[in-house]
């Protein structure tokens, strides 16, 4: 049973192109969280996906930020318009159930704005 | 709003001694909370997950306790060697299907 798979790694952006960023969950994990790590700074919440649903984004930015969690294919996380100070560290995890709510992480996806 | 605190934010303990990692958190209403152990440039990797109801739980030389109406958990790790050296995170979340409120961890050298 593969883990949580986040692609790409690595991702380097120009100010002003966009990001898209990949997240596989656990085989039969139904709930997806992003969170982001800024530079120095913990783990934030962003936004909790269930499949066709957004949950909770109450820790989206209002501006750029968007999420989706198909009914087929990964979770997606698109920021339109980078800018610097959205380089950070963005982590996706999955949890089987509502009641089973340990969450299982991603290795990240670094994102570098140039 | 749910604060969480961890102190001390770094500790440097030669190998075979004993850690101790402490975790506080404002709002004593939690469903469960969870440490994990994060590697240099790497994710997370789920260690112990306490539900509200327990006390503690153990895994290998890895043994934590929570006192929910005093709002502290306490990772133990016996035995200390190198390769524990690490970020230490520890989490709640509020409600079943809520999201993980994170403390700022504590950043673990062993020095062999």
């Known amino acids: 049973n593969a883990g949580v798979m986040q692609n790409p790694r690595h991702l380097v952006r120009r100010r002003g192109q966009e990001a898209r960023l990949r997240c596989s969950p656990m085989k039969g994990h139904s709930h997806v969280y992003w969170y982001r790590q800024l530079p120095e700074e913990g783990l934030k919440f962003m936004v909790y996906?269930?499949?066709?649903?957004?949950?909770?984004e109450s820790g989206m930015p209002k501006e750029r930020f968007s999420a989706e969690f198909p009914k087929e294919g990964p979770s997606i996380l698109r920021i339109q318009q980078v800018v610097r100070g959205d380089s950070a560290a963005y982590f996706c995890?999955?949890?089987?159930?509502?009641?089973?709510?340990?969450?299982?992480f991603g290795q990240g996806t670094r994102l570098t704005v140039v | 709003k749910q604060e969480v605190t961890q102190i001390p934010a770094a500790l440097s303990v030669p190998e075979g001694e004993n850690l101790v990692l402490n975790c506080s958190f404002t709002?004593?209403?939690?469903?469960?909370l969870q440490w994990f152990r994060q590697d240099p440039g790497k994710g997370l990797t789920s260690l112990l997950l306490i539900q509200s109801s327990q006390r503690e739980q153990t895994s290998g030389r890895l043994n934590a306790s929570l006192d929910k109406s005093s709002g502290r958990s306490t990772l133990y790790i016996a035995a200390s060697q190198p390769g524990d050296s690490a970020t230490y995170l520890c989490a709640v979340t509020k409600a079943a299907g809520n999201k993980l409120t994170f403390g700022g961890g504590t950043r673990v050298l062993v020095k062999p």
């Open positions: 995890a999955s949890s089987p159930t509502l009641s089973n709510t340990e969450a299982f």
């Open positions: 996906l269930q499949k066709e649903n957004i949950i909770d």
């Open positions: 709002d004593s209403a939690i469903y469960n």
